[in-house]
């Protein structure tokens, strides 16, 4: 029973289109986060919500929106594609830590959503 | 802003050896975590070990230890005993207790050699 899944796992899509990336973790945790791996391995944090809110929104393109129905579920809409937007995609979630902490402790993380755009 | 750099972009152990991989952070928060996350070529990214900055004590997890020096910044990870199955890619992270947000330093290639 994956803790963190992603889907699709491979995506190839041409420039300019619009493409989802959901995710999903059953750890009953309140945070989660999307981070953009590139071709050099550097990950990135891209967004984080706590509890459906919003929290973190590094400087990523307007064309980037991630969406939370719940706090089990975050999912990147990504529009206009662009070639350098070419990455492993890692959706991760993570629980409270200490008490007055907004959020610390270990992330899990999903396999990654490897994005082609040709 | 808080930066995590690591200088050793590939390192080569001997199966059984010993071999420590170097990480310096900068910050000037006094409350932080800090981890090490292992991703092997299934591109999976796996705990490897935690130090919260409030313990003076290092971490470890079986053979896997790191040397916290708070005063210096710096959070390296020993594997004692390497196997085959430590080839990967060895991610240092810094952790905001203020924001949670995780910050990755650039990553070291592990080789473990037979």
């Known amino acids: 029973d994956t803790a963190v899944s992603q889907t699709p796992k491979y995506l190839v899509t041409q420039m300019g289109n619009d493409k989802s990336i959901k995710c999903e973790q059953n750890l009953g945790h309140d945070t989660m986060y999307w981070y953009k791996q590139d071709s050099k391995k550097f990950l990135k944090i891209m967004f984080s919500y706590n509890n459906k809110e919003l929290i973190i929104n590094e400087t990523v393109p307007n064309r980037f929106s991630p969406k939370s129905p719940d706090k089990a579920h975050l999912n990147l809409h990504i529009n206009s594609l662009e070639l350098g937007d070419s990455a492993v995609y890692f959706c991760?979630?993570?629980?409270?830590?200490?008490?007055?902490?907004?959020?610390?402790?270990?992330?899990?993380f999903g396999e990654g959503s490897r994005l082609t755009v040709l | 802003a808080q930066t995590v750099t690591q200088s050793q972009p590939e390192m080569s152990v001997q199966e059984a050896e010993t071999v420590t991989l170097s990480c310096t952070y900068d910050t000037s928060e006094s409350d932080y975590y800090l981890f090490w996350y292992k991703q092997p070529p299934s591109r999976q990214m796996i705990l490897v070990i935690r130090q919260e900055a409030y313990k003076q004590q290092n971490a470890t997890e079986n053979r896997f230890s790191v040397n916290f020096q708070k005063a210096a910044k710096s959070f390296s990870l020993k594997i004692s005993d390497s196997q085959l199955g430590d080839a990967a890619m060895y991610f240092c992270?810094?952790?905001?207790?203020?924001?949670?947000?995780?910050?990755f330093g650039q990553g070291t290639t592990l080789q473990v050699k037979p």
């Open positions: 992270a810094y952790q905001s207790s203020n924001t949670g947000k995780l910050i």
């Open positions: 991760a979630s993570s629980q409270a830590g200490l008490a007055g902490h907004l959020n610390t402790g270990e992330l899990f």
